[in-house]
């Protein structure tokens, strides 16, 4: 769940499914990684253009998404990295290979969150 106007305007977020020592550093890669699971996009219009879009902010209202990963987790398994679908095995992988990152629409980084909480 997040703040659909926490940038004050439109973002995407990339999830992804590898380990740290992969990740792609740059922004512009995203897209192209082999490692991307999703994307989602959220369009959210700045609170200076749009006059209702600061009531669900001041309110405190949150957003959310579903977005399916099982695809690469399948080549996860095929590979012997993940043992099967089971709870017991798709829990620890996801703590330990799923990361995300939020840009702006002109691809710069807004913030960099892993496992829920923020890298550096």
């Given at each position: 769940?997040?703040?659909?106007?926490?940038?004050?305007?439109?973002?995407?977020?990339?999830f992804?499914?590898?380990?740290?020592?992969?990740?792609?550093?740059?922004?512009?890669?995203?897209?192209?990684?082999?490692?991307?699971?999703?994307?989602?996009?959220?369009?959210?219009?700045?609170?200076?253009?749009?006059?209702?879009?600061?009531?669900?902010?001041?309110?405190?209202?949150?957003?959310?998404?579903?977005?399916?990963i099982?695809?690469?987790?399948?080549?996860?398994?095929?590979?012997?990295?993940?043992?099967?679908?089971?709870?017991?095995?798709?829990?620890?992988?996801?703590v330990?290979?799923?990361?995300?990152?939020?840009?702006?629409?002109?691809?710069?980084?807004?913030?960099?969150?892993?496992?829920?909480?923020?890298?550096?």
């Amino acid at each position: 769940m997040f703040l659909r106007n926490a940038f004050n305007g439109p973002f995407t977020i990339y999830f992804f499914l590898c380990p740290k020592s992969r990740f792609p550093d740059d922004p512009a890669e995203y897209a192209v990684s082999s490692f991307l699971a999703r994307i989602n996009h959220v369009f959210a219009a700045p609170r200076e253009v749009c006059d209702n879009c600061g009531q669900p902010d001041a309110a405190g209202v949150l957003a959310s998404d579903t977005v399916p990963i099982t695809p690469l987790q399948l080549d996860y398994m095929v590979n012997g990295t993940l043992e099967s679908m089971r709870a017991e095995h798709v829990c620890p992988f996801l703590v330990k290979y799923l990361r995300w990152r939020v840009v702006s629409v002109s691809h710069h980084p807004l913030c960099a969150l892993s496992r829920g909480r923020k890298e550096v």
